[in-house]
């Protein structure tokens, strides 16, 4: 099956800077990436994600790249605001057949003031 | 997006009860599946819930100690059966929400169990 590689668990930020949170998989078939933000005492939130015929999708200070042949997708949260902070997860979606939807462990991040 | 209501949000148990978890979206949706979160840790799937047959459980997850029921396309129950501590987490109801080609998947609020 599909296993999915987070890094880092944590994740701490001045203000104002960039978070770049990494992941990987092992199944050349998944073709669905979503990525979760998960605040203290809440749902998951899916935040942005993108599929196996896109490169890179952005949406305002969110983007997400996916380099197929590598196996790797990235999430970049620029100009981050404290709001940022919660724990963010990836995700990756087998191919053809059953919805299996795959996550990874979870970045903690914490942006500073 | 569909809303999905949780109930309970949150219990405390008894060791060697069983409680039963309560999923209901406002539409009709064909994949809904269970999860459940530990403290700090990821989401691990438990069963897809079908409608109008058995779920289909995920490894290291049995119908005996997790039944769920689909009666319906809009409504979802999962029983945590015979609770011991090593249970206490957060379990959330998810449904796949069709826009275009493959579907986002949604949670509801989850329902927190804490089992003494």
């Known amino acids: 099956g599909e296993n999915v590689e987070q890094h880092p668990s944590t994740l701490s930020v001045q203000e104002g800077d960039s978070a770049v949170i990494k992941c990987t998989y092992s199944d050349s078939a998944s073709n669905y990436f979503p990525w979760y933000k998960q605040e203290l005492g809440k749902r998951p939130q899916l935040i942005i994600d993108?599929?196996?015929?896109?490169g890179e999708k952005k949406d305002q200070r969110i983007a997400v790249t996916l380099n197929k042949t590598a196996k790797h997708f990235s999430l970049h949260i620029t100009e981050t605001q404290p709001e940022d902070s919660a724990v963010y997860f990836c995700a990756a979606l087998s191919g053809a057949g059953s919805y299996q939807l795959t996550f990874g462990k979870g970045t903690k991040l914490s942006v500073i003031p | 997006s569909a809303v999905i209501s949780q109930k309970p949000s949150r219990d405390i148990c008894q060791r060697g009860t069983s409680l039963t978890i309560q999923c209901q979206v406002d539409s009709q949706v064909t994949m809904m599946f269970w999860y459940r979160q530990q403290p700090g840790q990821s989401l691990t799937l438990i069963a897809t819930?079908?409608?109008?047959?058995?779920?289909?459980?995920e490894s290291g997850f049995v119908i005996d100690k997790f039944p769920i029921s689909r009666p319906n396309l809009t409504f979802s129950t999962l029983t945590v059966s015979n609770m011991s501590p090593e249970d206490s987490s957060i379990y959330l109801c998810?449904?796949?929400?069709?826009?275009?080609?493959?579907?986002?998947?949604?949670f509801g609020e989850g329902s927190r169990l804490t089992v003494l």
């Open positions: 993108i599929r196996s015929n896109v």
């Open positions: 998810s449904v796949v929400g069709v826009t275009g080609g493959t579907g986002e998947l949604f």
């Open positions: 819930a079908n409608q109008g047959s058995e779920a289909t459980y």
